[in-house]
């Protein structure tokens, strides 16, 4: 501890006091795990400019960070104070008490805050949310108008028959894509597609699942029908895939996701002709039903369980720095901001029209990640042709409802 | 040796193996026999940025004293290794029950997740084990007769498919086969199939996976036989070739023979190692077409959402099972020679 101080000290002296950042904290460790993207990037370089006398603020920004996070957090004391969560990995950590109420945290040091980025789970705010994404739609407009299609399909049924027009032009031999690689990207289409059906995923109250049913079914043929109109390679595609097909202009109707705009529009990675005829638009509905095709994602703060209170006061502070106004206004393009000093920029379109769709948030279920992991598993048979509809989803209620007992959801 | 001095010798090796072997088995064989409590559930309204609703989260105050009390978990005997993930014995059951003939029953276990990870497992073992063999031992042939000046470049470049790491060399292949990559472009030229994708099918897949492997594993080989070469007896090829044996017949009958004990080892090594093929399933982005039981359990511990330590610990035991079945073959013979020499 002492060794520590000392050095601390004598970090302090060498930067001569400019880290005096106004934060207002004296003490206190500061340790955030989180995802690696730019807009978590600009967050965690926010909060960091308060270290200095007598405060710490070490970053690990993984992919990994979903796979370390429980084992991180169950140490008592903590390894990190703070992990960036998002809908889905709130509900992890909450499943084994590893974050703690920020109620009083809020009420002392959250006053810049607006009211809608608290995310309260029975009656107690747990995470303090920054960022919202969505998978939206991304078009081509030159290729649309080429092809004779005059508006942005505004329904999947638009998509597919746009995509046909746009093939028998001879423009393009496959013009679509979705995140398909099969795993948690292929689940999160499936969700999305069974959101627009406005059908649910469990039985209400309990933890059995419910998507073995029309809606399913009608979920998996339009899936089958997109991908038909995707490069034969479409059970390898992630989200930097899709992105790279698209800026070199290899397609003209995809479904992505909303952060992945502002990398699309960056002036660079892609020609200028690609750039100016992209359009953002919310996320398609389909089937006669008026609830876009998608699921909104938050990104948030939250504290562990296992700390001080003192670190967890330092670590709230910082990250509040992290998300201050300045924070979000020098780093406007990098995400859709749920924070004041926002403005909306072209490259946030899609997802502001899919909020006002009026899409639903990703379920925030303790077993909701084991039946996206099922359903990334066990529907590339049918999308590859080997397996019925039905046949796919009595699988995946076969594998979901063993891991969910292993789980403990399930009797 | 005396028993007494033996005892003392083996001694640190036999802690070693108990701390670092068998605990570790142990250990996930107790672990694979447990499954998580069971979760109190209560309803509770959930805000967000996008609304409220009223959801079921875990009651963790009730959860966390039965963690308390059994850490471990819930004991569930075998109940994991039967379950339809894994060896799925009612499923096989229905499914025999079901099904009219013999490709319908196969097609329905080939649907169940572990049998189909042990499919694509087994046909990558036996096709890839004797393929890198027989090419690691021409190979070695091969440069054994090149001019002196030339092995030695000639080795450095035969050994690189070994060198670089598993999941990288599976990477730049990825690339590589893609449609727009170098050689997935230049196949499809040569076949005529603008639409010709490797990464398209199952069967391309498994081809694909299987010819990586024997890429990556032939030097291998090679660089023991090769090492095996030096040591054949030059008076007996001599005599060989003065009896008038041909080439191949010296190759057949006195450098072959020469090299079993190498043969053998190769095969175990080979055997193992294929047995757990991970990594090129990984780096090929292959999971939609073909899983294999090492990947089951990265899936279990790190690739989804949630960990399951049960499943992950019962196909773990299933795979060492899996690889004493292999081996038993190999170390039988090995026995016999052993027990040849000391008579």
Not at chain 2, 55 to 61: G, H, K, P, R, Y
């Amino acid at each position: 501890m002492f060794l520590k101080k000392v050095m601390v000290a004598g970090a302090f002296i060498m930067l001569g006091n400019t880290a005096m950042a106004g934060c207002g904290i004296s003490s206190g460790n500061v340790n955030v795990l989180s995802n690696d993207f730019p807009a978590i990037q600009a967050v965690t370089a926010g909060a960091s400019t308060c270290a200095g006398d007598g405060v710490t603020v070490k970053t690990n920004l993984t992919k990994d960070h979903k796979d370390i996070m429980v084992a991180a957090l169950t140490a008592n004391p903590a390894e990190y104070t703070s992990v960036i969560t998002s809908n889905s990995t709130l509900v992890t950590l909450m499943n084994d008490g590893l974050v703690r109420s920020l109620d009083d945290l809020v009420a002392k040091h959250g006053g810049g805050l607006n009211p809608s980025q608290m995310v309260t789970v029975d009656g107690k705010i747990m995470a303090v949310a920054f960022m919202a994404n969505a998978q939206h739609l991304f078009s081509r407009s030159d290729i649309l108008e080429k092809a004779g299609v005059s508006s942005i399909p505004a329904t999947y049924e638009d998509v597919l028959a746009a995509a046909k027009a746009i093939k028998s032009a001879g423009l393009m031999d496959y013009p679509v894509a979705l995140n398909t690689k099969a795993g948690w990207n292929l689940g999160e289409e499936f969700v999305n597609m069974y959101m627009g059906t406005g059908g649910d995923f469990f039985k209400p109250g309990t933890a059995e699942v419910a998507v073995n049913n029309a809606h399913g079914v009608a979920t998996l043929n339009m899936l089958k029908s997109l991908v038909a109109y995707s490069h034969p390679d479409f059970m390898t595609f992630d989200s930097n895939a899709t992105q790279a097909e698209w800026e070199a202009g290899n397609l003209a109707l995809a479904t992505m996701w909303g952060s992945r705009g502002g990398a699309v529009m960056d002036g660079e990675g892609s020609s200028e002709a690609v750039e100016s005829s992209t359009v953002l638009s919310s996320a398609p509905t389909w089937g006669g039903k008026s609830r876009p095709a998608s699921t909104l994602w938050w990104d948030g703060i939250s504290i562990s369980a296992n700390i001080s209170d003192e670190d967890a006061e330092a670590t709230f502070v910082a990250l509040m720095h992290g998300i201050s106004p300045e924070v979000i206004a020098a780093n406007n393009a990098a995400a859709v901001w749920l924070g004041k000093g926002y403005t909306p920029s072209k490259a946030s379109a899609g997802v502001s029209a899919t909020a006002a769709g009026g899409a639903a948030p990703y379920p925030m279920l303790p077993f909701m990640g084991t039946l996206h992991s099922a359903l990334g598993s066990e529907i590339s048979d049918f999308l590859q042709g080997s397996e019925s509809a039905e046949q796919a989803l009595s699988d995946v209620e076969a594998a979901y409802t063993a891991a969910a007992t292993e789980k403990g959801f399930l009797k | 040796m005396k028993n007494r001095t033996f005892f003392w010798f083996i001694l640190p090796s036999l802690v070693a193996m108990v701390l670092f072997i068998a605990l570790p088995i142990g250990s996930v064989f107790i672990q694979s026999l447990y499954i998580e409590h069971g979760a109190v559930l209560k309803e509770v309204k959930s805000c967000g940025p996008f609304g409220c609703k009223d959801e079921v989260q875990i009651d963790v105050a009730a959860t966390s004293q039965l963690k308390e009390e059994k850490p471990l978990g819930k004991f569930n005997g075998f109940g994991t290794y039967t379950n339809r993930n894994h060896l799925a014995v009612s499923e096989l059951k229905a499914a025999w029950n079901d099904s009219a003939n013999w490709s319908i029953y196969f097609s329905k276990v080939y649907n169940l997740p572990f049998y189909r990870a042990l499919a694509f497992t087994l046909t990558y073992t036996f096709i890839v084990t004797p393929l890198v063999l027989l090419l690691g031992f021409f190979i070695a042939l091969g440069v054994n007769s090149l001019p002196k000046k030339l092995k030695g470049p000639t080795i450095f470049v035969s050994l690189l498919p070994m060198i670089v790491t598993p999941l990288i060399g599976s990477l730049i292949l990825f690339w590589m086969i893609d449609s727009k990559g170098i050689l997935g472009a230049s196949l499809q030229w040569l076949l005529d199939d603008p639409n010709l994708s490797l990464k398209a099918s199952p069967a391309l897949t498994w081809i694909m996976l299987i010819i990586y492997g024997v890429w990556h594993s032939a030097p291998f080989a090679f660089i023991v036989f090769y090492a095996g070469l030096q040591t054949v007896p030059s008076e007996t090829i001599e005599a060989a070739m003065i009896d008038g044996a041909s080439r191949w017949e010296r190759t057949r009958y006195v450098v072959l023979p020469h090299l079993v004990p190498l043969i053998v080892f190769i095969s175990l090594i080979q055997l193992m190692d294929n047995f757990r093929v991970f990594e090129p399933i990984v780096g090929f982005s292959a999971q939609a077409s073909a899983t294999s039981l090492s990947w089951i359990i990265y899936n279990d511990l790190a690739g989804g959402e949630g960990t399951f330590f049960g499943s992950a610990g019962a196909t773990s035991v299933l795979t060492i099972l899996g690889v004493a079945v292999l081996l038993i073959p190999v170390l039988i013979r090995t026995w016999n020679d052993f027990s040849r020499k000391v008579v």
